[in-house]
């Protein structure tokens, strides 16, 4: 399975930004997928996550109405949106794929594959 992110880049305090994510594979549709970042000097950590089908999604206190996950199983595509970004959004953001749903959707160990990552700056 192939994770791949896009839609990063430099925005300003307050502006939206929407990220990507695909996943290889015919049961992309299957997969619980989470979104995590890491900031400079900080370890990373979880930003949000989003069941099989949609119908669950969860987020860090931090987002929890900034950021809305969905997802298209039809494109094997998951939309992270991200509105009113702050400063401390900064980091590089990586989309993973969980085949088995794990509860501990908040647990970097639930999720067997990653992308690369993209960077997601805004500056003030």
């Known amino acids: 399975v192939q994770v791949v992110e896009s839609g990063g880049g430099v925005v300003q305090v307050g502006d939206s930004l929407r990220l990507s994510c695909t996943a290889s594979?015919?049961?992309?549709?299957?997969?619980?997928m989470g979104w995590f970042r890491q900031a400079p000097g900080e370890e990373r950590e979880f930003v949000t996550s989003?069941?099989?089908?949609?119908?669950?999604?969860n987020y860090a206190d931090s987002v929890k109405g900034r950021f809305t996950l969905s997802r298209d199983n039809a494109e094997n595509t998951v939309y992270l949106q991200m509105d009113n970004l702050k400063p401390e959004d900064t980091a590089i953001y990586y989309c993973?794929?969980?085949?088995?749903?794990?509860?501990?959707?908040?647990?970097?160990?639930?999720?067997?594959?990653w992308g690369q990552g993209t960077q997601v700056t805004v500056s003030s």
């Open positions: 993973a794929a969980d085949p088995w749903g794990n509860i501990h959707y908040y647990k970097e160990a639930s999720y067997d594959y």
């Open positions: 594979g015919r049961t992309f549709s299957q997969y619980a």
């Open positions: 989003i069941s099989w089908s949609g119908a669950s999604t």
